[in-house]
């Protein structure tokens, strides 16, 4: 049987990472060298194949993906709804200086109702987090061939519902295939969104990576056990 894996990269640290202030939409650099947490990260994608690249396009996952893997910057494709959500005027802004204002608290409460002054819906956000998880599963399918997966997308009815793929018949279970791999580099707050997209009952606020971190999504091929579709492998 044939396995797909997402590896969910979360950028390294930018200086505002470090003096955790709100980045959203802004576009730092990473850290310089060793500062930007990544060593680990690099070590463990280090001989890796992948079959397709993506990265945000703001200037921190490119500079992450540069600095784990420079061998894949080329064939890498830079898209904009992989970027974190937008905080607008809150952006560059620690929680001290902003935990006194009523929007803010309001927002801490219930994001998915408030939006940041200039910022961007909770919507809108995951609407967008959604358009490209549909266009992932699509690339999943076709890189992977006919037959079924076992994945299903929340939220939404216009996007694809299972992935296929047959396993080719000549494989033994004493010859297990390499995992079909596709890396994405992003934020926490898309990685998160991701997840909670495609697994059933888990929620947003669920998953947390830091920066440097990865989060594997593991997509069974045919003929895996049922039950819970999409698995995590943190």
Excluded at 21 to 33: A, E, I, K, V
Excluded at 82 to 99: A, H, P, V
Excluded at 124 to 150: I, K, Y
Aim: overall charge negative; charged content about 25%.
């Amino acid at each position: 049987m044939i396995n797909v894996e997402w590896w969910l990269v979360r950028h390294g640290l930018t200086a505002w990472n470090a003096e955790r202030r709100y980045q959203g939409n802004s576009d730092l650099p990473l850290l310089p060298g060793e500062a930007s947490g990544l060593a680990e990260l690099r070590r463990e994608l280090a001989g890796l194949s992948f079959a397709a690249v993506y990265t945000s396009d703001l200037r921190r996952c490119r500079e992450t993906l540069a600095w784990v893997r420079q061998d894949l910057i080329d064939g890498a494709q830079h898209d904009a709804r992989l970027r974190e959500i937008n905080f607008g005027r809150w952006e560059g802004q620690t929680y001290e200086m902003l935990k006194d204002e009523e929007s803010y608290r309001a927002w801490l409460d219930d994001p998915q109702t408030v939006t940041p002054p200039d910022g961007e819906s909770w919507q809108t956000f995951q609407a967008r987090v959604s358009e490209v998880c549909g266009e992932l599963l699509a690339h999943t399918e076709a890189l992977a061939g006919a037959g079924q997966a076992n994945v299903r997308l929340r939220g939404s009815t216009s996007l694809p519902s299972t992935i296929r793929w047959h396993p080719p018949s000549a494989l033994t279970p004493s010859q297990p295939p390499e995992p079909i791999r596709l890396l994405i580099v992003t934020h926490g707050g898309v990685i998160s969104m991701l997840c909670s997209l495609l697994q059933p009952g888990l929620g947003f606020w669920d998953t947390r990576v830091g920066p440097g971190g990865v989060q594997r999504l593991y997509f069974p091929g045919q003929g895996e056990p049922e039950g819970e579709k999409g698995e995590f492998d943190a």
